[in-house]
């Protein structure tokens, strides 16, 4: 995928590429200097569309928002330093609430890494604004690294709690020509519980008397299946603040957000069995 008819072309064009091969279709951000070679693999007959952004932050709301309606991946393209401590917000709410958003960022040339040199739009570390917002931060360093990176963001985002991630791609690199062939690599399957541990659930339900479940963001997947559920036992909702329309408010069973007002606190202290889904069981 890094040559076409015998011609190479360059990283950051065969970043977007192998994006394509990821299943994206949209990117959000706002082209730069730093991004150019981004924006030559987004050109006539790429299958990715760039929709541009009023800001960087604007642009990882609005991929935080593609992620939540389409059920994949948001994706953003910034420049260095500013566009990435601009986005860092919107990655601050991905992370908090588990949306699958992948930041890719310029950075700074790879002689001038940590040098101080007052290079345009220097950070000392990059990937250290992002760390403590994401899965994972790292930096590419050889054209070679980003099918891996790639994988391991596409890989979390299928097979474990989809956290954000970032990738930063140095000016230098995106420039270089793409060694060998890039493809995108299967995502691995979803963890699944033990089919006993399932069982001995379905049990403590069934003979529950005062059942009561708590749904949080992770559980909008499964609303279908965990309104069922309720009805069956008869047990009401109580969603977090990120779970809200798991279940509709005006349901007979719904108590809506209120996990924070004392007669749902109450109501949990006098149940006899609570079954948490997708959710860290925080304070909203």
Known sequence: MAEEAGMSISTGEATIRLLAEYGVDTVFGIPG???????RGLGAGSAVRHIQCRSEMGAGLAADGYARASGRPGVVLTISGPGVTNAATPLGVSWNDSVPVLLISADTARGAQG?????????????????????????????????????RAFGGFGAARPRP????????????AADGGWSAVPAPSR???APEAIAEAAARLEAARRPVIIAGGGAVDGAAALRTLAERLGAPIVTT??????LAEDHPLSLGATLCRPETRALLAEADCLLAAGTELSET
């Open 241 to 246: 603040s990120a779970g809200k329309g798991v």
């Open 191 to 193: 963890p699944q519980p």
């Open 115 to 151: 040098k101080g040199w007052g290079v345009l739009h220097e950070v000392s570390d990059l990937c250290a604004v992002t760390r403590p917002l994401t899965a994972f931060s790292a930096r590419a360093m050889r054209s070679a690294d980003l099918p891996e990176l790639l994988a």
């Open 165 to 176: 991630a970032h990738v930063a791609i140095p000016v230098d690199l995106l420039e270089e």
């Open 33 to 39: 200097v730093h991004t150019l070679e981004f924006c």
